[in-house]
Each structure stands twice: as C-alpha cells, then as structure tokens.
C-alpha cells in the first residue's frame, strides 16, 4: 500500500527502531508488509514503529529537537537563539525571526515525521481490527495506544500549521484537503484513549489514562474551553496518584527518568543498537582548552538573554512587568582566560537548572567558561541549554560514547508540573484566583528546595537563590493571569512549550516584537525581525506537499494565509 496526503508515510513498511527501555529494547527487523503482520505480535510491532517516531534521532532536520520542538516551540518566540556557526544550519534563523519559507527542508521534515507516525499509527489499528488472536479488552486498550499516539502527531501538526489534514485508518486516497477543523478529530481519539486506557500502563513509556486525559485538557485550552478543560485537570492532578518529584533537576536527569511527575516521555537509550538517544545539541562532546574534560558543543538552541533575565526576582517572587530593566551580568565579549563574576542579585533557582552560564557550576564538568564552551557569542549569545545535558558522572552511562552529544535524557511531553499550571490557567479563567495561587505554590515550592539548588563544591549555593510563594491573596483577575503566565515560562523553559503558549493566549504579536527590540542589542542579526499578526501565528504548509495534493489540476491543501 502506498499513501501520499503530500507527505510520505511508508505504508506496509516498518522499521523498528528502538526508543528506549523495556517494550522498546527490539532491534530493527527490515521491511514487512501488512499481511504478514497480521497477528497480535504483528500490531504490537507496528505500534512500537509509532511509539519509535516519537524519537527523532540523529541525523533529523531539526538537530535532535524533534520530540522536544526545540525548533517550533522555542526558536520563534523569546527564549531561543540558533547558535552554532553563523554558516551552519542557516535555516533555523528564518525560524528565529519569523520568516520562514515554504520550501524549507526543516518544515518538511517535521511535517512528514509526524505524518509517518499517523500511518503507523492507522497500520496498527488495521491490523487491531483484523486479528482474531487477541481478547477484546486487550484489542480496545492496543486501538487506544494507537490512538492516543495519532491524537499526539496530529496536536502537533495543529499547533505548528493549524491548517492540516486529519488522516484516520479509512482513508484511501492521501491527497486531502486541508478545509476542515482537525480538532474535533484529535479530541475523539485522546477520547477513546481515556475510556480504554490503564492508569498505570504495563510499561514505563507507553500511554496512559493520565496522559490522554491531560492531552485532551490541552487541547481544549488551544481553542479557549477553559470550562472542559478544567474537570479533566483536576482528575489527572487527584485521581491519577501522579507527584511532583522531590528536585525540579530530577525532571531533566537520565537517573531519574519516569518518575512520579512523568504523565508522558518520550523515552531516549544508548548503547542498544538503536536509534534513539537524544541528540540535541549543548550536551557534552569533546575535550577543551589544558586537557580538561568539559563540555564543548556547538552551540545550537542557545538560550536568550531575555530567558535569563526572567528568572530575576525581587523578595523572592518574579518581575513579570520589568524583569528586563535591569539585565542579568553576562560575560559577552569576554574571553574565557579573562577573569568574570556572575551576577549577585536575586536569582530563581531554576534558571542555573535549564541554562548555563558563565562562573556556575555546570553538571559537574567545573564552571561554565563562557566562550570556551559556545561557539560564537555574537552569533548565539553567552549561554547554553542544560536541560537536555547529562552529568559528568554519566559520561558513557548515560552517553553513547564519551562525551557524546548523543544520550539517554528522556524528553517530558506533559509533566505534572505543566498540569498544575494549566488547571491554574483555568481557575483564573472561569474558577478561583486563590485556587490558581495555590496550584502555582505548589510549583514553587518544589522549586524552594535549597538541597535542590545548584551548589559549588564546598556545599554553597552557585548563586543569589531567592524564591518564596506569592503569600498575598490573589484579587485582581489581571495580575494572576500574569503569574500563572509568567510561571509556565519559568517552570516549562526550553520544553517546546513558549511560542504555542504566546499564541494560543493571543499575544504573540506584542511580546515576540518588544523581545527582538531588546534582544537585538546582543544579537545583531535579530534587528529589523518583525512578528506578523495573522500569518506569524503559524508556519507555512511545506510547497512540495502542497503540489502533491494536487487533483484534476488544482491542490487541494491551501497555504496558510500570509505565506
């Protein structure tokens, strides 16, 4: 079989490649068709292809940021750089400053990735319908699996192009139009998953009731239904026995992958013969200056001034009106054998968990030297992603190969701490402003952990740590909005979560466009970028698919408005 909805999806073709621990530990097996997989462990199979899809992996367009949209929910909006070599993947600055063309090979890539797994997906299911080897609870619960998983690669193709076509198992001819509301679609599958899914699945990875259920309250807050999406939160932060890891660290740590705050990960291994570490850039790789081992990436994803800057707090709370006045010390344009003091003021205790920066501890590879350790400041500016790196002490555990770039940090998808803020968000909306203050304590609080906080050797903390609960009631609807925002923000750096949070709140336009005034001051190449209200909101639908589709002459997928 073959199918084309101007993307490609190898139907009748599978590829196992292993993702991870456990159900995912499979070698790849070459190419089948269908019919030879017409049996419970020939579905199983095919879903575990899906599942694989989730990873990415070296050698993908977007450097590794598949499963975390690193590209597509970090990069156009306020918390992200290229980085790297001014000369390397050139395409990533059309994503930075909002100019994207609908013949990048990037766009492309993610569009046709998410549209292989959707047919792996409906594989699945046609197999699931057919064999007659399994019972009807378990038939239900795999369907659901499959299910879930097409409800993840439809959200999101919806929230990158919104404009898409919604492909299900009884789709025959590919070349679909693109005229239709996708999510009504995307709600009945992460439906369907909730009715038929365990609480707690057999294997760590696989879908959940939880996951669907948090999955299907996000996309209700994509189109503003606040009222149901707000029952389906509170059950998923009550009945679903889910918690907030003791360490905000511990949610970015291959150690503790899966634990009690992990609704969904995708889940990332080395050293099985598969394809699936994570490979985004900024993890450990090579040798530095005197022989000492230390990080040395390219520099890819590097954080903004702006992100650091946010993470300033006054009494221990943050700024969200005027955390840009006055900028966190950075060390551009000083050499890594020039002496540099970090900043003193009052700091989040976050911030040195999701970025490194110059004189602070960095997993324990020795302090973060600034130039050394970036590839061209003026390019990228003075910082790097941390999230995504592993420790020293996990060199070649968590590591394909010493200092590889390659490791076993599991991607977070929806973690509990991003269910508390959304079921705030709502609670702001349509409940108590009192009960979103006391989900975003909750947050906090965790955060507050001084033994969590980034220490020296000696035991001190790296920095000025600083962060309380907001204490005062919650009176004004406005200034709680705020918070909540400005905590997701915070909390949620770096995950693929800040420029689909800009626009689904309608405010993109005048918070991306004052960001590259102010940004612009490191990062010369960001002068003169522009967010376009009505086009910027989503990116165009690739030009090679677009003529695919095309019918008797005419396309049947249209572009999105402004590309």
């Known amino acids: 079989m073959k199918a084309y909805v101007c993307l490609t999806i190898l139907w009748g073709c599978l590829l196992l490649v292993s993702c991870g621990p456990e159900f995912l530990e499979k070698n790849p097996q070459g190419q089948v068709t269908l019919p030879l997989l017409e049996n419970r462990e020939g579905a199983e199979a095919l879903l575990i292809g899906a599942y694989a899809v989730l990873v990415g992996g070296s050698g993908d367009s977007d450097l590794g940021g598949f499963s ?15 980085g790297g070599p001014a000369s390397g993947n050139v395409e990533l600055v059309e994503y930075e400053t909002n100019r994207p063309l609908a013949t990048g090979p990037f766009l492309l890539d993610k569009w046709r990735r998410c549209y292989t797994g959707i047919g ?43 404009k898409i076509p919604f492909v299900d198992e009884k789709v025959s001819d590919y070349r679909l139009a693109n005229d239709k509301d996708a999510w009504t679609d995307i709600q009945a599958d992460f439906t369907y998953a909730i009715e038929h899914l365990p609480v707690k699945p057999a294997q760590k990875g696989r879908a959940s009731k939880g996951a669907a259920e948090a999955y299907l309250a996000k996309s209700y807050l994509f189109q503003n239904d606040y009222t149901r999406a707000k029952p389906l939160l509170e059950t998923v932060i009550r009945d679903r026995g889910y918690s907030l890891a003791p360490y905000f660290w511990q949610n970015f740590n291959a150690a503790y992958e899966n634990n009690s705050e992990t609704i969904f990960q995708v889940q990332m291994s080395v050293k099985d013969g598969a394809n699936g570490a994570n490979s985004i850039p900024s993890s450990i790789g090579g040798v530095s200056g005197g022989g000492t081992e230390a990080p040395n990436s390219l520099g890819y994803y590097q954080p903004s001034q702006d992100l650091v800057n946010a993470y300033q707090t006054v009494d221990g709370v943050p700024v969200p009106d005027r955390y840009f006045e006055s900028p966190v010390k950075n060390d551009m344009g000083v050499s890594a054998a020039q002496p540099f003091a970090p900043y003193t003021g009052e700091l989040d205790p976050r911030l040195d968990w999701t970025v490194g920066r110059r004189g602070i501890p960095f997993l324990g590879w020795g302090d973060f030297k600034g130039q050394a350790w970036v590839n061209d400041q003026l390019h990228g500016g003075p910082y790097a992603t941390k999230k995504y790196t592993y420790t020293k002490s996990q060199n070649e555990q968590f590591s394909e190969t010493p200092y590889s770039s390659n490791n076993a940090t599991n991607v977070n998808i929806i973690r509990l701490a991003d269910v508390l803020l959304m079921a705030a968000e709502c609670e702001v909306e349509i ?29 001190t903390d790296a920095a000025n740590y600083k962060i309380a609960r907001y204490d005062a009631p919650w009176t004004d609807k406005e200034q709680a909005r705020a918070a909540v925002r400005f905590e997701r923000r915070l909390e949620l750096a770096l995950e693929g979560h800040r420029f689909f949070d800009l626009v689904r709140w309608g405010i993109a336009n005048q918070v991306i466009n004052a960001y590259y005034v102010r940004e612009a001051q490191i990062i010369p190449y960001l002068s003169g970028s522009a967010f376009t209200g009505g086009v910027n909101e989503y990116m165009p639908i690739p030009w090679s698919e677009i003529v695919l589709s095309t019918v008797d002459g005419q396309p049947r997928l249209q572009q999105n408005p402004g590309h």
């Open 68 to 82: 975390a949209n690193l590209t597509w929910g970090g990069l156009p909006a306020d918390e992200l750089h290229k």
């Open 120 to 162: 792996r997906c409906n594989d699945a299911m046609t197999v699931l319908e057919k064999i007659t080897d399994i019972n009807e609870s378990d038939r239900a619960g795999l369907i659901a699996e499959a299910r879930f998983l097409r409800g993840h690669f439809h959200f999101d193709l919806k929230k990158i192009w919104d």
């Open 431 to 459: 409940g108590s402003t009192e009960k979103a203050r006391e989900y975003v304590n909750l947050v906090r609080e965790r955060a507050a952990a001084t033994d969590g906080f980034v220490k020296r050797d000696d035991g």
